[in-house]
């Protein structure tokens, strides 16, 4: 069974084992990036998941196991962080 080592920027590494035929990753599905994928974005669009193709530089981890591609990222931060969503209570109440 042909098996391909992999390393991580952040450290992590194993092994990519393919049965039978071999078969490339698909490349990252961000622009300009061909490094191969070992990621795909968990971001769920309606009732399916995003599933691009991504590289460890541009899967974000947002827990274990999932990871979302920049743009869902982004979408993430700005809307689906509930941890911020009541901080600034009192803006916006300038009376003078
Ligand atoms: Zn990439
Ligand atoms: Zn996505």
Same mark, same amino acid.
């Given at each position: ?29 961000? @622009? !300009?990036? @061909? ?5 795909? /974005? ?12 991504? /590289?460890?530089?541009?899967?974000? =981890? ?6 979302? /591609?920049? =743009? ?6 700005? $809307? !689906? ?8 209570? @009192?803006?916006?109440? $300038?009376?003078?």
């Amino acid at each position: 069974m042909p098996c391909t080592p992999f390393q991580l920027p952040d450290g992590t590494h194993g092994f990519i084992c393919s049965r039978g035929r071999r078969r490339a990753p698909p490349p990252c599905s961000v @622009d !300009g990036c @061909d490094a191969s994928s070992g990621f795909q /974005c968990d971001y769920r669009v309606g009732r399916k998941r995003c599933d691009r193709h991504l /590289c460890a530089a541009h899967a974000h =981890e947002v827990g274990p196991d999932v990871h979302f /591609c920049p =743009e869902h990222f982004a979408l993430w931060k700005r $809307e !689906g962080a509930p941890v911020q969503a009541s901080i600034d209570f @009192d803006a916006g109440s $300038e009376t003078s």
